[in-house]
């Protein structure tokens, strides 16, 4: 029996594995949330999802399976008015006019409410909040201004004085001849894995959401792994570990002093609805040409802990994408963790992501670019590229060609005539354009890190 709270009061329910939130919601009468896109694009299904410990999280009902918040706690705008009136996200936009059609209104309104408990956003913060929610009547400025009202008061609401369900995470769901598996060991997940040789491993569904939205997949069995002690951060004098299951919001605050180089990337990797819900070992699994992940982790030389029952072992992440969405995971292996030695200091980085909006929006060419440099000659270099073939790749004759060569302009456009990528023309760009584009990041990468 699935068992979590909503709105204040506890649900109890048995779904289908891949029954989403919005789905459920919605036929519980629950009008509130929005459909618009079912696939995280529009934010108009923003719910407010509560873990235990205190920590909210705005997130996209459409990609959330009902299953994985077993023992968590769910608000949606119908939830956060209280005896005494609106919340003070909802009374910031109807003061500040921030609501006319009405159809995004409750997605912006729990987009607000997450950020009411936020403190010291910045400009840029602000920014990050609402890119995933979209409207197409107001304008934003009403809205914005509503974001500002409210940003980091936290006030006392439902959400502040709700306690942990004292529920266990693990849970094992069948409907129908289909399984919903969530561990919260490594052995139950072993044991999980035996028992359903046909499964889908699944963490935040960001991705895998896609799949049953719009093409209504299924399987015998899907397993989680998001309730697994596989996630956080970690700093040594040697490097970095990072636990497969972290989440990229997570990930992208410890970035931001440890790592800045990977912040750089997910500032834009998605809207904060997706990377309250994505994860590192997620995207790393989909093995997607285009994830904006793998070009910066492979610039970075990072290596990946395949776990199984039996044993760990390291491998190079240059070594772990075989073929376009093939791995080098084994069977009953999974992806446990990210290590990433500590660049030295006469190392250059920088990450780029070129697409067509600059929110929210698939990769046209994608690069994670590292470059050591000692006494103003290169030692040593490592360009990777997303977006130009069938897996991420590093484009090793320039990098041959640049060590040894003094870090200037000049090297670097020497060292473009031996770049050998043949990429595919598709509806985001042209093989030319492609091409072109990836050399253009590496002259911006030389301009900005002489």
Same mark, same amino acid.
């Given at each position: 029996m699935i068992r979590f709270e909503l709105n204040g009061r506890l649900v109890e329910t048995e779904v289908a594995p891949t029954t989403t939130l919005l789905w459920w919601?919605?036929?519980q009468g629950l009008s509130g949330t929005k459909e618009g896109c079912a696939e995280g694009d529009c934010g108009a299904c923003t719910v407010v999802v509560r873990e235990p410990g205190g920590t909210l999280r705005a997130v996209n009902s459409c990609l959330q399976?009902?299953?994985?918040?077993?023992?968590l706690q769910v608000w949606t705008v119908e939830g956060l008015q209280d005896a005494e009136g609106l919340h003070p996200a909802q009374d910031a936009m109807v003061d500040r006019l921030g609501s006319q059609c009405g159809y995004c209104t409750p997605g912006f309104v729990m987009s607000l409410a997450e950020a009411c408990h936020r403190p010291e956003m910045s400009p840029a913060d602000k920014d990050d909040?609402?890119?995933?929610?979209l409207c197409r009547c107001t304008g934003y400025r009403p809205i914005r201004d509503a974001l500002d009202e409210v940003a980091g008061t936290v006030p006392t609401d439902a959400l502040t004085e709700? $306690?942990?369900t004292g529920i266990a995470r693990d849970l094992v769901c069948e409907v129908d001849g289909r399984v919903f598996v969530q561990p919260t060991t490594m052995g139950g997940l072993w044991d999980a894995l035996d028992a359903h040789p046909e499964h889908r491993i699944v963490a935040g569904t960001t991705d895998v959401g896609l799949e049953i939205t719009k093409r209504r997949s299924s399987w015998p069995a899907v397993i989680s792994v998001e309730a697994l002690p596989l996630s956080g951060c970690a700093a040594s004098d040697d490097g970095f570990a990072i636990?497969?299951?972290?989440r990229l919001t997570d990930l992208e605050a410890w970035a931001r002093a440890e790592l800045p180089v990977l912040a750089q990337m997910l500032r834009y990797f998605a809207s904060r609805q997706i990377k309250h819900?994505?994860?590192?070992g997620g995207n790393l699994c989909n093995a997607s040409p285009i994830g904006d992940l793998a070009p910066v982790l492979m610039a970075l030389d990072a290596s990946l802990v395949l776990a199984s029952r039996t044993? $760990?072992?390291l491998v190079g992440i240059d070594d772990f994408f075989l073929a376009y969405r093939k791995t080098a995971l084994r069977p009953g292996e999974v992806l446990a963790g990210v290590r990433i030695p500590r660049p030295g200091p006469g190392t250059r980085l920088a990450a780029y992501k070129v697409s067509k909006r600059r929110e929210l929006d698939i990769s046209a060419v994608c690069a994670g670019l590292s470059v050591t440099v000692e006494g103003g000659v290169v030692t040593a270099a490592r360009l990777a590229y997303g977006g130009m073939a069938a897996t991420t790749q590093r484009a090793q004759p320039v990098e041959d060609e640049l060590v040894g060569q003094t870090w200037d302009e000049g090297a670097v456009e020497a060292a473009l005539a031996k770049m050998a990528f043949t990429p595919l023309s598709d509806h985001r760009g042209t093989a030319w354009y492609r091409d072109t584009v990836a050399k253009n990041l590496l002259r911006k990468f030389v301009a900005e890190h002489p």
């Open positions: 919601l919605r036929g399976l009902v299953p994985a918040l077993h023992g909040q609402i890119c995933g929610n709700a $306690e942990d636990g497969a299951t972290t819900r994505a994860t590192i044993e $760990e072992r």
